[in-house]
């Protein structure tokens, strides 16, 4: 067998044997410094869970784990690439007993479209606190652990009176900016006082699409935000848009109150201001703010890199008092032993069904939360194992952008191949077993051999699944079908197929995710 196709030092330096890796922690014992110059590979060998490899010069033998050869992620949660960019969303809002019982719809909400509302929790002062503690930890400022919003005689931030408030980022004179920004309502008796958010990723990328020159030069001017409260003076000189070394949209700074005077000619001063006024614009454009109005006990979570937000007028005489406080985005992301919470996989499913499954199935007439259920009704009506219904269940996850490393969704996707089953199939096998991934992995090439082995199938599929099956390779040669059919998970995929091109009916309903939660778990535990 030969080794995948990674340079011979990638392999030797990622090599997971007990000399090169510390099984208690997973860390590094050696260092590029300790491999020998002119490494090669003499011979990999095929150890079914595993490849082994011997390494030239020194014959070191090395041990991979498949999951090793998944394609890495090259973006670490933080930038468009992993987040539902939206023009209108609706609230993913969990009571605080429900949330306390199963944290991760909300948290991964908040990953997913920069916010999430938690209810009904207690309106004890202090109670803001106590809910950071669920995910991680607080970041404290020169505000305090705390901080509380109401009108005050002489506020040091227009925050603490009655006015309205335009969308803006908080603390972009700070850096690092907290990344975590929560409100939680005590009281409001107040006439007004709405709450909005707006997606400044979404905006920020329209400005991309509508005006490159004005978004490229948001994201390499420098400009200086400053605060001072006359005993503390904070600035940071950053870009409005902050991008990462590929490009793409890492973080948003606004706030007009804080911003100071921008530096340069006339000319460019100009420009910078041309620029400015277009990025407000898309910002404020009609229906591209979510509005609330938190009532007591209510907690907005945000991600203040992300979302701006705002709030309108209200009258001082109503009382209306909000705690609020500064967290970060790695507690919330981090793993147990870190301060976090682990995001169940399941949870993390249930998730995406309810928010990007929500979205247009490549031009089918169904969602694509609709289509994967619907398939899974027939798979589960049709008496099928349970691991065959989960799989066909979670076939088409693949196609979501949380799990599809770089790829956008819609006209991308509607031009290349992007290999959701395999991309689909790696990420279910950190948690379920091969009988559950591999028809997965499967499911596209089983259209294939079907298109060229069982006359009149191609004829059944749908003008989308037609188009895909073009990108897909078109139906498989003679060799290639032979291949296939002795492939130990074949006939299942086949069936998982004849399930997925008969569900795409708008008019059938079927249950919902809840309903395999259960079957999911059992799943779950043969790994």
Same mark, same amino acid.
């Given at each position: 067998?030969t080794?995948p /196709?990674?340079?011979p030092?990638?392999?030797?330096d990622?090599?997971h044997?007990g000399?090169?890796l510390?099984?208690r922690?997973? &860390?590094?014992?050696v260092?590029?410094?300790d491999v020998?110059?002119?490494?090669s590979v003499?011979?990999?060998?095929d150890?079914?869970?595993?490849?082994r490899?011997?390494f030239g010069?020194d014959?070191h033998r090395?041990?991979?784990?498949?999951s090793l050869?998944a394609? /890495?992620?090259?973006?670490?949660g933080r930038?468009?690439?992993s987040?539902e960019?939206?023009?209108?969303?609706r609230?993913?809002t969990?009571d605080?007993?429900?949330y306390?019982a199963?944290p991760?719809?909300?948290l991964?909400?908040v990953?997913r479209?920069?916010?999430g509302l938690l209810?009904?929790t207690?309106? +004890?002062?202090?109670?803001?606190?106590?809910?950071?503690?669920?995910?991680?930890?607080?970041r404290t400022?020169n505000?305090?652990?705390?901080?509380d919003?109401?009108?005050?005689e002489?506020p040091?931030?227009l925050?603490?009176t009655?006015?309205s408030?335009?969308?803006?980022?908080?603390n972009p004179?700070r850096d690092?900016?907290?990344?975590l &920004?929560?409100?939680?309502c005590l009281?409001?008796?107040?006439t007004g006082?709405e709450?909005?958010?707006?997606d400044g990723?979404?905006a920020?990328?329209l400005?991309r699409?509508?005006?490159?020159?004005?978004?490229?030069?948001?994201? *390499?001017?420098?400009?200086?935000?400053?605060?001072? +409260? @006359?005993t503390t003076?904070?600035?940071?000189r &950053?870009?409005?848009i902050?991008? +990462?070394?590929?490009?793409?949209?890492?973080?948003? *700074?606004?706030?007009?109150r804080?911003? *100071?005077?921008?530096s @340069?000619?006339?000319a460019?001063?100009?420009?910078?201001?041309? !620029?400015?006024?277009a990025?407000d614009?898309?910002l404020?454009r009609p229906?591209?703010?979510?509005?609330?109005?938190?009532?007591?006990?209510?907690c907005?979570?945000f991600?203040?890199? *992300?979302?701006?937000h705002?709030?309108?007028?209200?009258t001082?005489?109503g009382?209306?008092?909000?705690?609020g406080?500064y967290?970060?985005? +790695?507690a919330?992301q981090s793993?147990p032993?870190h301060g976090g919470v682990?995001?169940?996989p399941i949870?993390?499913l249930d998730?995406?069904?309810a928010?990007?499954?929500a979205?247009d199935?490549?031009?089918?007439?169904?969602?694509?939360?609709?289509?994967?259920? &619907? !398939?899974?009704?027939?798979?589960?009506?049709?008496?099928?194992?349970?691991a065959?219904?989960?799989a066909?269940?979670?076939?088409?996850? @693949?196609?979501?952008?949380?799990?599809?490393?770089g790829?956008g969704?819609?006209?991308?996707?509607q031009?290349t191949?992007v290999?959701h089953?395999?991309?689909?199939a790696?990420?279910?096998?950190?948690?379920?077993?091969?009988a559950?991934?591999?028809?997965v992995?499967?499911?596209v090439a089983a259209k294939r051999?079907?298109c060229?082995?069982?006359?009149?199938?191609?004829?059944?599929?749908?003008e989308?699944?037609?188009?895909?099956?073009s990108?897909?390779g078109g139906?498989m040669?003679?060799?290639?079908?032979?291949?296939?059919?002795?492939?130990?998970?074949?006939?299942d995929?086949?069936?998982l197929?004849?399930?997925?091109e008969?569900?795409k009916?708008?008019?059938r309903d079927?249950p919902?995710?809840e309903?395999?939660r259960?079957l999911?778990e059992?799943q779950?535990?043969?790994?």
């Amino acid at each position: 067998m030969t080794a995948p /196709p990674f340079a011979p030092m990638w392999l030797r330096d990622n090599c997971h044997c007990g000399q090169c890796l510390d099984p208690r922690n997973g &860390q590094k014992l050696v260092s590029v410094a300790d491999v020998p110059a002119g490494v090669s590979v003499l011979s990999a060998e095929d150890g079914g869970d595993v490849l082994r490899v011997v390494f030239g010069p020194d014959g070191h033998r090395g041990v991979f784990p498949r999951s090793l050869f998944a394609r /890495p992620p090259d973006d670490d949660g933080r930038t468009e690439d992993s987040k539902e960019l939206w023009d209108t969303v609706r609230p993913t809002t969990v009571d605080w007993p429900d949330y306390l019982a199963r944290p991760a719809p909300l948290l991964n909400a908040v990953r997913r479209t920069g916010f999430g509302l938690l209810r009904a929790t207690p309106t +004890d002062p202090g109670t803001v606190l106590e809910i950071v503690r669920t995910f991680g930890y607080v970041r404290t400022t020169n505000y305090g652990a705390l901080f509380d919003v109401r009108v005050e005689e002489r506020p040091t931030n227009l925050a603490f009176t009655g006015l309205s408030i335009g969308p803006h980022t908080d603390n972009p004179y700070r850096d690092p900016v907290p990344t975590l &920004q929560l409100l939680h309502c005590l009281r409001n008796a107040a006439t007004g006082g709405e709450s909005g958010l707006v997606d400044g990723f979404r905006a920020a990328a329209l400005l991309r699409d509508t005006d490159l020159a004005a978004f490229t030069l948001l994201t *390499r001017t420098p400009v200086s935000f400053a605060w001072t +409260d @006359g005993t503390t003076y904070l600035t940071a000189r &950053q870009p409005m848009i902050g991008v +990462d070394p590929l490009g793409r949209i890492r973080e948003v *700074r606004f706030n007009n109150r804080s911003l *100071r005077p921008v530096s @340069g000619t006339a000319a460019e001063q100009e420009a910078f201001y041309r !620029a400015y006024r277009a990025f407000d614009a898309l910002l404020r454009r009609p229906g591209a703010t979510v509005t609330f109005t938190l009532a007591p006990g209510d907690c907005v979570i945000f991600d203040n890199t *992300r979302l701006l937000h705002s709030r309108t007028a209200f009258t001082d005489h109503g009382a209306r008092h909000l705690q609020g406080c500064y967290a970060d985005l +790695d507690a919330l992301q981090s793993v147990p032993g870190h301060g976090g919470v682990t995001m169940d996989p399941i949870d993390e499913l249930d998730a995406l069904f309810a928010g990007e499954g929500a979205r247009d199935y490549l031009g089918e007439a169904v969602s694509q939360a609709a289509h994967m259920l &619907q !398939a899974a009704a027939l798979a589960r009506e049709a008496g099928s194992p349970p691991a065959l219904v989960a799989a066909t269940l979670l076939h088409d996850i @693949g196609h979501f952008d949380s799990l599809v490393t770089g790829v956008g969704a819609g006209s991308v996707r509607q031009s290349t191949d992007v290999r959701h089953s395999d991309t689909g199939a790696e990420w279910l096998s950190r948690w379920f077993p091969a009988a559950a991934c591999e028809p997965v992995r499967l499911h596209v090439a089983a259209k294939r051999y079907l298109c060229a082995v069982e006359p009149g199938y191609a004829e059944q599929l749908s003008e989308a699944s037609v188009h895909t099956l073009s990108l897909q390779g078109g139906p498989m040669s003679t060799g290639e079908a032979a291949a296939f059919a002795v492939h130990p998970f074949a006939a299942d995929a086949v069936a998982l197929r004849r399930f997925d091109e008969r569900a795409k009916d708008p008019g059938r309903d079927v249950p919902g995710f809840e309903a395999y939660r259960s079957l999911l778990e059992g799943q779950r535990r043969l790994t």
